[in-house]
């Protein structure tokens, strides 16, 4: 009983686990298509920088880089960012600003501090006159300017090394946040509430500047005094200022606030967000780098490139953590540098920390790497591609399929459509058809559970019973109406021979000899359809026609040889299930393909009528998922495909034809395969459900096709590798599945063998694991205790 | 009196071929009767009981349901079919169901039970045939005596008017014939009317009230029990010598 009760779900939804993993190969698809469609890579590295303190300020100077830091930390580097060591000399105060000009460098910090290098001599000129210097400005090879709080000093360094310090002139009680000179005469400082003060003695003496007046209370805490016409500064709520010489005007006087139009976030994306006047980031730090090129640096890991003077702004990728704050850069030219930040932290650019786009670079097809890379996009494409022909082929091969099998085996005679009566006619071509009709959202409702609250039924069941009892009591009341039939027969007689005579001038016009007829059909189409079409109706006249209530078996002696004939035993719905299959299971396939989309031109003919359905002006706003499937129209108003189908089953012809030339011809085969199947299910197991009062439908249903198709899928499954194998016979009509996507790679890098490897592999992936799934569902839907389970 | 619940009349069936199996065979069945239809292989025994709940169309002859004709197109087939029970030499149980599923089946679909008053009913019936145990079993992991006794209880389940059985030991090791007839033989004493095409000569003797001798499509001996002691023709003597044998 143990083993009884594992298996009880053996229909059922599998277990939880498999779930979990059907999920996570989904996922694992997604996630790898997902990666597959765009490849950015970040324009900064990250260089080993030998030591953990927090860096705060770095330069570049003589073909050096610089890079000072809290605890007094001075480390260089000599091949351009590369490698670093410490060197210097030793302080143990922090570094918090430096310059580079003139041939000197200047490095200030806390408690007064101040280092100054000239010709490679470092020389320690701390004073005690200050407390922590907040920045430092060069005004030539010997002297600079500092800034500390509201105060600010000059300095000139005589030759033995001896400062000379004095006050500059200055006009307000505001603390001063930023200094930068252009040359030994102008300079800029920046500080709270706004104010911008200019310099053009080296410091000596300062004017107050007009800002703009929004940023009249905040503060600006970098500016930088680019060049002769231009100058950007920021402040502490993310505004960026700009100042350029108008006229004989020179900069610095007049300021005005960058309007941020879009702001990019990592990763080179099409979204953006709007700025306003203000980055929506922490920002602390600003390095001009060109006239319109700014390069902006702040806390959270925030590095970020704008090439239009702060219009646009694109964050970029950090190799780092993105709780990495950044202090600042040093730029050797307007591409190769250093950011550094805190934790020691220096990313190394030679493209001014541009992202860079997998792909556009020349690619070297005779290197498998290279290869991969630039093909597997392709074959994803056509992987996904042959998918969708193959997902809906599958679906309309197995429905035709089962519909072609059901016709096939069903048990409807000539004679039981001689035996019909009216209301028989009424319930099987009126009433069922409405009732299915009906009974579809009422299942439907039914599945909820809400029916038996509102005790839901189909309406028509009292039209149906009655429909029934009446044809049980005609067929009991009156004899079979043989002179209906009869008349029935001639009429069908007269109309067949109408048919095939009306239209033979149409076949005799082709001017066709001898066997050259076998073509007529195509010369001809509706006039052969239309003969055939009499053919049929006038043998079904002939056999009306010859009705006397006796349904047997004739017995007809010609010469020595007995034939029987079994007219009533005809089996109408079978007979064209039968001409069905037979046309499609001997033509080959790819002249299918061929015929049907460029001879029948059937993708044509159904994107026509569909996109009528579905036409742009009624879908706009009105789309859902439903019509999606169909057809989805590009909505954006600025492309340039704007109006035109981009997606959907209808959006190409090739697909169109190519579903239905799959899902026809596998139906003609899985039909084949179900057909045989249901005769395997021995005859007595529809005889016991007919035992029980099951009607035939009933029995099909409940009995006999839970287990044909249990049977069915071992073949069911080759014939679904099948189509997926000749779904590469779709290439030939121009629809990029996997195998025309091959011959495209091909065509580009000459690259056979790989090509068609990759394509060999990537159809086993898809039949395999299809194969695996059907392998699962076998023995999931295995009855226990029975053989026929195909393969266990 | 008690009343004839079943009535064949005449009946003739001539098979696609030209085969003519049975060729006029009359008799009637009454409420709690149990008859026993032997013969030999090919003697038409089979066709007459498939023909009597029309598996089987008869060619000619009249067959009757408590009096109501059956074997016209305006008797409703589903509905005759599901007053009379009929058990298979083959049991054809639905191997995709569980016994109890196989039970309720026709109670769900046929009867339109709801599916958890078909179940207990079905246990009901399941206890009669002593398969109560075995109600989640598929029919795959059954022994075949089990299995012919759900296939008992699935026609038992309709509750019909009368059981057909069609040779229900001839597929069965002799060693599981017993349980089988034990059960059949229970119904009888119930008071179940039953026609039972058998090979089973003991039990035809033991609980039939009337036995049918049939060779070659034609009722050769019609009488109660006893004939199979004393049998009348030559043709039914060599039979069940043969099967003495």
Request: negative net charge.
């Amino acid at each position: 009983m143990v083993t009884e009760a594992s298996t009880e779900r053996f229909m059922g939804w599998p277990k939880r686990k498999d779930l979990i993993a059907t999920l996570a190969i989904v996922a694992l698809f997604v996630s790898i298509s997902g990666a597959s469609a765009q490849e950015v890579r970040s324009g900064w590295a990250m260089v080993d920088s030998g030591t953990e303190s927090d860096l705060l300020t770095a330069e570049f100077h003589e073909g050096e880089f610089w890079a000072f830091g809290t605890g007094g930390i001075m480390i260089s580097s000599i091949d351009g960012g590369g490698t670093w060591s410490e060197s210097g000399i030793s302080v143990n105060q922090d570094l918090t600003s430096s310059d580079s000009n003139f041939g000197s460098m200047a490095v200030s910090g806390n408690d007064g501090t101040i280092l100054f290098m000239r010709d490679g001599v470092w020389t320690d000129v701390s004073t005690s006159l200050f407390g922590d210097i907040t920045d430092i400005a060069l005004t030539g090879n010997s002297s600079f300017v500092v800034i500390q709080q509201d105060e600010i000093w000059t300095c000139e360094i005589s030759e033995d090394g001896s400062a000379d310090w004095n006050s500059a002139s200055s006009q307000g009680e505001i603390d001063y946040f930023s200094i930068s000179f252009l040359d030994s005469d102008n300079g800029l400082v920046s500080g709270e509430k706004g104010a911008i003060m200019a310099s053009t003695d080296g410091g000596a003496s300062w004017e107050y500047r007009d800002a703009p007046s929004e940023v009249s209370a905040t503060g600006i805490i970098d500016i930088e005094y680019h060049s002769s016409i231009r100058a950007y500064a920021i402040s502490d709520e993310g505004h960026i200022l700009k100042s350029s010489r108008e006229g004989n005007v020179p900069v610095g006087f007049v300021w005005s606030i960058v309007e941020i139009e879009r702001e990019y976030p990592p990763g080179g994306g099409s979204e953006f967000e709007v700025g306003g006047s203000t980055l929506d980031s922490d920002v602390s730090n600003i390095d001009v780098i060109g006239q319109f090129k700014l390069l902006l640096s702040g806390s959270s890991g925030y590095l970020a490139i704008s090439l239009d003077g702060g219009n646009i702004v694109s964050q970029q990728m950090i190799p780092l953590s993105n709780e990495t704050s950044f202090n600042g850069f040093a730029m050797q030219d307007g591409f190769r540098g250093i950011a550094i930040g805190e934790n020691g932290s220096i990313l190394r650019t030679e493209n001014a920390g541009s992202e860079e786009f997998v792909g556009f670079e020349v690619i070297d097809f005779n290197d498998f790497g290279q290869f991969v890379d630039y093909s597997k996009e392709r074959l994803m494409d056509g992987l996904v591609a042959t998918a969708k022909i193959v997902i809906f082929g599958i679906i309309m091969g197995f429905s035709l399929g089962i519909i072609l099998s059901m016709l096939k085996t069903s048990p409807t005679t000539l004679k039981n459509v001689a035996q019909t009566n009216r209301f028989q006619i009424l319930l099987v071509f009126i009433v069922t058809p409405i009732w299915v009709l009906m009974q579809i959202p009422i299942s439907v409702v039914k599945a909820t559970g809400l029916a038996k609250r509102w005790n839901l039924d189909n309406p028509l069941n009292g039209v149906m019973g009655y429909c029934k009892e009446r044809s049980l009591q005609i067929a009991a009341s009156e004899p079979l109406n043989v002179i209906a039939i009869r008349v029935i027969g001639v009429a069908l007689l007269a109309f067949g021979i109408h048919r095939i005579f009306s239209n033979l001038d149409d076949i005799s016009a082709l001017n066709l000899d001898g066997w050259e007829h076998i073509y007529s059909p195509i010369g001809a189409p509706s006039a052969v359809f239309w003969i055939l079409f009499g053919v049929g109706m006038a043998v079904l006249g002939t056999i009306f026609l010859s009705c006397n209530g006796d349904f047997s078996i004739r017995e007809l002696s010609l010469g020595r040889s007995n034939i029987s004939l079994n007219p009533w035993g005809i089996r109408p719905l079978n007979t064209i299930a039968t001409v069905y299959t037979d046309i499609f299971r001997n033509t080959p396939l790819l002249v299918q393909f061929m015929f049907i989309h460029f001879g029948f031109e059937l993708g044509r003919r159904l994107q026509d009528p569909g996109m009528m359905l579905f036409d742009f002006d009624y879908l706009e706003g009105n789309s859902n998922f439903i019509t999606d499937i169909f057809v989805v129209y590009e909505t954006n108003p600025e492309s340039l495909a704007y109006g035109r189908p981009i997606g959907g089953i209808l959006e190409d012809r090739a697909y169109i034809s190519a579903i239905f030339a799959l899902g026809l011809n596998s139906g003609a085969y899985q039909c084949e395969t179900i057909r045989g199947a249901i005769a395997a299910i021995p005859s007595g197991q529809m005889e016991a459900g007919r035992s029980i009062g099951l009607n035939y439908m009933q029995s099909m249903r409940l009995v006999v096709m839970p287990q044909a198709v249990r049977i069915c899928i071992p073949p069911l499954g080759n014939e679904m590798v099948n189509l997926v194998l000749n779904s590469s016979l779709a290439m030939i009509i121009g629809y990029a599945e996997i195998t025309r996507q091959g011959k495209l790679i091909v065509a580009t890098t000459f690259q056979v063998f790989w090509t068609w490897g990759m394509v060999l592999i990537s159809y086993f992936l898809i039949t395999w694991t299809l194969a695996l799934f059907l392998r699962y569902l076998e023995e999931k839907t295995r009855i226990p205790g029975l053989g026929i389970s195909g393969g266990a | 009196m008690t009343e004839i619940i079943l009535s064949v009349e005449d009946m003739e069936k001539t098979y696609v071929g030209g085969v003519h199996a049975v060729r006029g065979v009359s008799f009637e069945v009454k409420e709690g009767d149990s008859l026993a239809i032997i013969g030999s292989s090919g003697s038409g025994k089979s066709t007459v009981l498939r023909c009597i709940n029309r598996l089987i169309e008869p060619t000619k002859g009249v067959v009757r349901l408590k009096g109501e004709k059956i074997n016209t197109p305006a008797a409703d087939i589903n509905e005759v079919r599901s007053r009379i029970g009929m058990v298979f030499q083959s049991f054809e149980l639905f191997s995709h169901l569980r016994v109890i599923d196989n039970v309720s089946l026709g109670l769900i679909h046929v009867r339109g039970m709801g599916r958890e008053e078909a179940r207990s009913e079905a246990r009901k019936v399941l206890e009669r045939v002593d398969m109560l145990d075995r109600v989640d079993a598929y029919p795959g992991n059954l022994s075949g005596g089990q299995k012919q006794r759900v296939a008992i209880a699935r026609a038992l389940a309709m509750k019909p008017e009368v059981m057909l059985f069609d040779e229900p030991t001839s597929a069965l090791d002799p060693e599981l014939i017993g349980s089988v007839l034990e059960t059949i033989q229970g119904l009888a004493e119930e008071g179940m009317t039953m026609v039972v095409v058998t090979h089973e000569i003991g039990f035809a003797r033991d609980v039939a009230d009337r036995v049918i001798y049939m060779d070659q499509g034609l009722i050769a001996e019609d009488g109660p029990s006893s004939i199979i002691d004393e049998p009348k023709t030559e043709r039914m003597r060599e039979f069940l010598s043969s099967i003495n044998d």
